[in-house]
């Protein structure tokens, strides 16, 4: 049984006293590719430093995260484009419209969103979306770009029965990490809706730890906890499940 935690932040300072054996801990796990996501330009050399360190198994994105949009963002956005335009990536993310922490640059994150959606479709990669209190907003942005082959995923995916069904009808994945562990978590229902042709898993490590770590750091080794729920809420073995959701996630970022 093979796995792909398709967003961790394993280069953070979290993980700096004992990355190579989380990475170790997960890779023993069956979790075999580790999925990062940038934040923003101040992130880009560790991610780097962490897909150098770890070939074939770290595998990095680029994008400015919505809760980094600041009034410095056109300076931001050129550093993550001229990135994007030397290096390897397997998607823009994470990129998105953050309305929990803070709604001051609202406008900023929306132009930010844009633009960078913009960059995965001429870049034919897809994009990792976060859509922390949002959703409309976010929904509203996507539909400029309707009929453009633009495919991702909607990352931590929080959203109601509804938002889950419009974001599949777009051809998004949902990405479905320790939340749906929690014991009043809305995520059983809507897992069972999509089917699992629609979601990837997901760890967000070190942050959002599976029940019984939660509170605690995350890592990507706690992904088999996330797969066996989704197992036990769709009816089908461990196995089927990871089958599903592995090659849902190599069809999506080219692996």
């Not at 995260?65 to 990536?89: D, G, M």
């Not at 397997?90 to 900023?108: N, R, S, V």
């Not at 479709?121 to 996507?142: G, K």
Request: aromatic fraction near 8%; charged fraction near 20%.
């Amino acid at each position: 049984m093979q796995l792909i935690d398709t967003h961790t932040h394993i280069y953070l300072p979290e993980f700096d006293n004992d990355r190579d054996e989380a990475i170790e801990r997960a890779v023993k796990a069956g979790v075999v590719k580790l999925l990062m996501p940038n934040i923003d330009a101040s992130s880009i050399d560790i991610m780097l430093a962490a897909e150098i360190r770890y070939p074939g198994i770290c595998h990095p994105m680029i994008g400015l995260h919505p809760t980094s949009v600041s009034e410095n963002y056109t300076r931001e956005l050129e550093i993550i484009e001229f990135v994007a335009s030397s290096h390897k990536f397997i998607a823009i993310g994470e990129i998105g419209i953050d309305l929990y922490w803070d709604k001051t640059h609202l406008k900023e994150q929306i132009t930010v969103f844009k633009r960078q959606v913009a960059l995965a479709i001429s870049s034919s990669l897809p994009v990792v979306i976060h859509s922390r209190d949002s959703f409309p907003e976010v929904f509203e942005a996507l539909e400029e770009f309707k009929g453009s082959g633009l495919k991702g995923v909607f990352h931590a995916f929080t959203g109601t029965p509804d938002d889950a069904v419009k974001a599949v009808a777009m051809g998004f994945k949902l990405g479905i990490g320790g939340i749906v562990t929690f014991r009043n978590s809305d995520l059983p229902g809507i897992v069972k809706e999509v089917g699992p042709e629609n979601i990837i898993l997901e760890t967000d490590s070190p942050y959002l730890a599976p029940v019984p770590y939660r509170g605690k750091r995350n890592e990507s080794s706690y992904l088999c906890l996330v797969n066996n729920r989704v197992a036990e809420i769709l009816g089908i073995t461990p196995e089927e499940s990871a089958a599903f959701t592995f090659e849902n996630s190599v069809q999506l970022f080219g692996l």
